[in-house]
């Protein structure tokens, strides 16, 4: 049998790509679990396999390295969070904070997902961990979106420190309220106290500005 012949059809190979891509979702929420309940560094590849039935050979056939599969868990963390917003991105103005009390909603219902962010978040801040770059800049683009919300919110009466200083405490809130409600969720109602938390801070920093109720 020539090569020609022996060649996969188009079908078969959209069938083998899809079959991939199936895998590899089904190892990164794996992956997801791993980590958020042992820890990026505790967490084995070995561990992840065993969830999905497959060898740790296996998982690296699909993402070569443990730091790639992490970088993968948070991306996945990232697109969920806007994947039923226009564009796929968060908005501004006062619609960013509705949102960010939506997905604080949201949270309290995926407790793996926030669990893999808050450990490998305070992993981060350890020298030469692969999620610190990633961590450092996620932070960054969200401080620049809050306070340009903040802004657009208070009006020419904020000032860009006031805008960041609000935009970090924003942040600071939102992780904070995730770490109580992972250590004792009945203590904890994760939306309305990031719902209160958020108002608070809008309030303080766009003292001329009526905040509506977030939700």
């Known amino acids: 049998m020539d090569d020609e012949a022996a060649a996969p059809t188009p079908g078969a190979r959209r069938l083998r790509r899809a079959a ?15 980590f958020g309940t042992k820890g990026y560094r505790t967490g084995s590849l070995a561990d992840v396999a065993e969830q999905v039935g497959i060898t740790h050979a296996g998982v690296l056939h699909h993402f070569g390295t443990k730091e790639q599969l992490l970088v993968e868990v948070l991306q996945m963390r ?12 968060i908005p501004g103005g006062i619609e960013l904070f509705h949102h960010l009390v939506r997905t604080a909603r949201a949270n ?34 969200l401080r620049g979106d809050v306070a340009a919300a903040v802004r657009e919110v208070g009006g ?12 970090s405490t ?21 939306a309305e106290a990031t719902r209160v938390g958020i108002e608070a801070v809008l309030r303080a920093a766009c003292p001329s500005a009526d905040i509506p109720h977030l939700g």
């Not at 991939?20 to 791993?34: K, L, N």
């Not at 219902?109 to 030469?128: A, F, K, M, P, W």
């Not at 020419?156 to 935009?167: E, Q």
């Open 20 to 34: 991939t891509e199936a895998r590899r979702a089904q190892i990164v929420r794996a992956a997801a679990r791993t």
């Open 78 to 89: 990232d697109e969920q969070g806007v994947a039923d917003l226009e564009g796929q991105h």
């Open 108 to 141: 309290a219902e995926r407790r793996g997902i926030v669990q893999g962010y808050t450990v490998l978040t305070g992993e981060s801040v350890t020298e030469d961990h692969p999620a610190r770059a990633w961590v450092t800049e996620r932070f960054t683009t």
């Open 156 to 167: 020419p009466d904020v000032s860009d420190d006031d805008a960041r200083r609000a935009a």
């Open 170 to 190: 924003v942040i600071a809130l939102m992780d904070g309220l995730q770490v109580q409600w992972l250590l004792d969720e009945d203590a904890v109602d994760l």
